[in-house]
Every structure is written in structure tokens, then in C-alpha cells.
């Protein structure tokens, strides 16, 4: 099992440029989230997916975009990248979201928009 | 709002002991978790409490106040490979996890 992919694994944008993140995993959970990590904070959610066909804005939706066509697929779209979307951008998956349903990351994509 | 506070930075000597305190305030409780980040990695699970108390996983231990909103991990016998970056994340009433900026730790010989 690869458990759960990222790519690409580092891009530079310019301001204005487009692109698509890809994640995705081989563990069959329903549950997909896309975090952004930057210095000096928390990881912060995006947008989540709670099974196919389903998205969810979390806490800073402002700026990207999702897809979850199939449920092994979770997808994050940059329409008109922003230098304050420079961050490290984390997938993770799970089960399901009870109490103990932990949540599996991938191993991250590097954004830098110039 | 909600806030989870971590210390930012530790420092500990290997073979020894650290202590990494956790406090939150948050929209419902649904469970604690620890995560631990390599520097350049993704976050892996380490540990989850939801009832007060201990849990214990080899060297690894990790308590839980509800009443008081706090939680340590508890590093025992510790290696260089210990080195990393802890994180505390609780799942609110939503069952969202609302993360802590992650304490780093630094292991010295």
C-alpha cells in the first residue's frame, strides 16, 4: 500500500498562474482533507470531502477550489495564485471522522508563488 | 474562538526525559491527538486520549485533563531520532481537528 500520494512535490508559480494539486489514497476511506502548513501555525484545514461527489469548505476556503470525482482522488485547484499561497500544502485521508478515526497525511507539496 | 497552545521550542538530552504540555479551549471535545512531523515530512500519528488518565505505547505516554483542557507527551529513554516537531490537535464538536503550532524538539548528546 502506498497509503496516501501527493504530487507534484514542490512547484513555483507566478502570481496570476494557475494549478492543481493532486492527492491520493489506496486505503478505500471515505473522508479526504487538504491542509495548508505554514511557520509559527497550526495546520489549517482548506476544504474536505466527506465521500465521492462531496465537498466541504473548512477554515480558509478563500482562493482554492476542489473536486472528489472519484473516492480515491481529492483534488485542489489554484485559479489565480497569490504570493500568501506560498505554503506547504498537506493531504490526509481517513475512515470516517468518529472519535478515533485518525488521519493519514501524504508527504506534502511545496508551493511558492513569486 | 478556539486556541490549542504548545510550547514552540524544547530542548532535552538524550537518554533523558521531556515533557511537551498541551492546552486547549475548544468547541466541544472529541479526543485528543498527538502527531509527530520529521522536519520536510508529513505529521504520523502518535497517539489518541479522549477519557482523563494515562496511555502508555513503549516509550511514548500521553495524559489528558478534560476539566483542566490540558495534555502532555510524555518522551522517556529519549534518541536523536526523536528529534521533530510534536503537534497536539483536538477534534472539536464537529469532529474537525484544530491543530497547535507544534512544539520542536531538539535532542542533544
Known amino acids: 500500500n502506498a497509503g496516501v500520494t501527493q504530487t507534484p512535490k514542490f512547484r513555483v508559480l507566478k502570481t496570476g498562474q494557475s494549478m492543481t494539486l493532486l492527492c491520493a489514497q489506496d486505503?478505500?476511506?471515505?473522508?479526504m482533507y487538504w491542509y495548508r502548513q505554514d511557520p509559527g501555525m497550526g495546520l489549517r484545514l482548506i476544504h474536505y470531502?466527506?465521500?465521492?461527489?462531496?465537498?466541504a469548505k473548512g477554515e480558509v476556503p478563500d482562493g482554492y477550489n476542489v473536486s472528489r470525482l472519484k473516492k480515491q482522488n481529492f483534488l485542489l485547484g489554484l485559479e489565480s495564485a497569490a504570493p500568501s499561497q506560498t505554503s506547504v500544502y498537506f493531504c490526509?485521508?481517513?475512515?470516517?471522522?468518529?472519535?478515533?478515526?485518525?488521519?493519514?497525511f501524504g508527504p506534502g507539496t511545496r508551493l511558492l508563488v513569486l | 474562538g478556539q486556541n490549542i497552545d504548545q510550547p514552540t521550542e524544547m530542548t532535552a538530552t538524550e537518554g533523558a526525559i521531556v515533557q511537551i504540555n498541551c492546552t486547549y479551549q475548544?468547541?466541544?471535545?472529541?479526543?485528543l491527538f498527538w502527531y509527530q512531523q520529521h522536519a520536510g515530512e508529513a505529521p504520523t500519528f502518535l497517539s489518541y486520549?479522549?477519557l482523563d488518565g494515562l496511555e502508555e505505547k513503549g516509550r511514548f505516554s500521553s495524559f489528558l485533563s478534560r476539566s483542566k483542557g490540558y495534555s502532555y507527551l510524555l518522551l522517556k529513554e529519549l534518541q536523536m531520532k526523536d528529534s521533530a516537531s510534536y503537534l497536539c490537535?483536538?477534534?472539536?464538536?464537529?469532529?474537525?481537528?484544530?491543530w497547535g503550532a507544534g512544539t520542536k524538539l531538539i535532542i542533544k548528546p
Open positions: 470531502s466527506v465521500g465521492e461527489g462531496t465537498t
Open positions: 490537535a483536538v477534534k472539536d464538536s464537529n469532529y474537525q481537528l484544530i
Open positions: 490526509a485521508s481517513s475512515p470516517g471522522a468518529g472519535d478515533q478515526e485518525t488521519q493519514y
Open positions: 475548544t468547541s466541544g471535545f472529541n479526543g
Open positions: 486505503m478505500n476511506h471515505e473522508y
Open positions: 486520549n479522549v
